[in-house]
């Protein structure tokens, strides 16, 4: 009898073990603990000590110390099997390829390379894909219209005026724009247009008072030295040049108030000639993020441009990048959500999201009754889209622009909301 139950109680460990020998059997190197096998052959070493006939005064004690031993064992190595097995078989939950959601990254743009030409000249590689980029922007720009293709510097001149008029007006625009909007631009140079004594020609500029002209524009940043500057000029194209506004860079740089992006951009606007390109905080701020250049200053990106940007975009790229500027890629708050560019993988500095709306209070009339004088009204939260620059353009052309229109449009370029289209 006592043969047979050490039998049946091998025969259940060997099948208890079977199944999982290997694990146990790694499990017994790392941790130390019997393996299957170790436990089997005690376990029948035991059984063989117990068979009758052996000695009985110390074998079925120890015997039965063994298998004591080799249970406990067992059974320490049993439960952490299970708990392995338990741990191994958990499901892990399989994504869909309806679940996963495809973003397009966008991807480094590398910046312009220089090579050595054969006749050691330094010849410039465009960035990469910059054509499909370009496209893309004026596709862009063409559905939103921007303060810049109504008021911008350009648009600004009487059409009534004579050439000459009309340059000295343009001239005068940009000298205005230089860190202040659009908007206000246009009304400063309305404002010259209706006041100025014989209109706005350099007689008139030569004839009005200092202390009446910074009154007419007192609304555009820094207008006490516009107005030494706007005097002076005016003195100098009289005696130097014939009453006529240069037509080299260097006679517009040598104006007071007037720099190499004001004159390029003049030569442009007023000659028709493209000598170089006219970089703004927009243009500056713009490639740059785009990672066509890494540039610190306006100038620096306006040589880099002209070193592979073909010469019959370098008038375009302002106007196309001065409007972008001012309803998409923000200098506060870009609205990469509406841009395509982000869309296709194509601006390395797109951020995610669409700041281009804000919530406001909203006062809804909810009950009224005229028999009791009972107004309810409730406040609800509204979410809006904003696009100051269409709203501004629109107050400007219907005349309902107010004083306090130039509120904080002297703020430093770059963080001003639609900084000049001239700057």
């Known amino acids: 009898m006592r043969t047979s139950r050490v039998s049946q109680e091998t025969k259940r460990v060997a099948d208890a073990l079977s199944t999982s020998k290997l694990r146990d059997t790694r499990r017994s190197i790392v941790n130390g603990l019997p393996s299957s096998d170790d436990a089997l052959d005690a376990t029948e070493g035991a059984g063989k000590r117990d068979v009758p006939g052996a000695p009985s005064s110390t074998a079925p004690s120890l015997g039965k110390r063994k298998r004591d031993a080799t249970s406990t064992s067992i059974a320490k190595a049993s439960d952490e099997n299970a708990a392995f097995v338990r741990r191994s078989s958990r499901k892990v939950p399989k994504l869909e390829s309806d679940d996963i959601k495809r973003e397009v990254k966008p991807k480094a743009v590398r910046p312009p390379k220089r090579i050595q030409g054969p006749n050691g000249a330094l010849i410039v590689e465009p960035p990469p894909n910059w054509e499909k980029v370009y496209d893309i922007t004026a596709a862009m720009r063409k559905r939103v219209l921007a303060p810049v293709d109504t008021m911008g510097c350009e648009n600004l001149a009487e059409e009534t005026r004579s050439p000459r008029?009309?340059?000295?007006?343009?001239?005068?625009?940009?000298?205005?724009?230089?860190?202040?909007?659009?908007?206000?631009?246009?009304?400063a140079m309305k404002n010259l247009q209706d006041s100025l004594p014989g209109g706005f020609c350099l007689e008139g500029l030569l004839e009005v008072e200092p202390e009446e002209l910074n009154l007419l524009i007192g609304k555009v940043g820094f207008h006490n030295n516009k107005t030494k500057f706007i005097k002076a000029a005016a003195v100098i194209?009289?005696?130097?040049?014939?009453?006529?506004?240069?037509?080299?860079?260097?006679?517009l740089i040598s104006l007071p108030g007037v720099g190499p992006k004001m004159a390029y951009l003049c030569m442009s606007a007023a000659w028709g000639r493209d000598e170089g390109i006219g970089v703004d905080v927009h243009v500056h701020r713009i490639t740059n993020l785009w990672g066509w250049h890494k540039t610190s200053t306006p100038e620096q990106t306006r040589a880099e441009l002209e070193a592979w940007l073909p010469r019959e975009k370098w008038h375009a790229i302002n106007h196309l990048l001065v409007g972008?500027?001012?309803?998409?890629?923000?200098?506060?708050?870009?609205?990469?959500?509406?841009?395509?560019?982000?869309?296709?993988?194509?601006?390395?500095?797109?951020?995610?999201?669409?700041?281009?709306?804000?919530r406001v209070k909203k006062e809804v009339v909810v009950k009224v009754d005229d028999l009791e004088d009972?107004?309810?009204?409730?406040?609800?939260?509204?979410?809006?889209?904003?696009?100051?620059?269409?709203?501004?353009?629109?107050?400007?052309?219907?005349?309902?622009?107010h004083d306090g229109l130039?509120?904080?449009?002297?703020?430093?370029?770059?963080?001003?909301?639609?900084?000049?289209?001239?700057?």
């Open 374 to 401: 009972e107004v309810v009204v409730k406040v609800e939260d509204v979410v809006v889209q904003e696009d100051v620059g269409i709203k501004l353009e629109t107050e400007v052309k219907t005349g309902l622009v």
């Open 324 to 358: 972008f500027g001012q309803t998409i890629c923000l200098p506060v708050g870009r609205r990469c959500g509406e841009c395509d560019l982000a869309k296709e993988g194509l601006c390395p500095s797109a951020v995610a999201g669409s700041p281009g709306k804000r």
């Open 237 to 251: 194209l009289r005696d130097q040049f014939g009453g006529e506004i240069p037509d080299t860079i260097a006679g």
């Open 406 to 423: 130039a509120e904080g449009s002297h703020s430093t370029p770059g963080v001003d909301a639609a900084p000049s289209a001239c700057e």
């Open 165 to 187: 008029d009309r340059r000295l007006q343009t001239l005068v625009a940009l000298m205005l724009s230089s860190q202040t909007k659009d908007t206000v631009t246009a009304v």
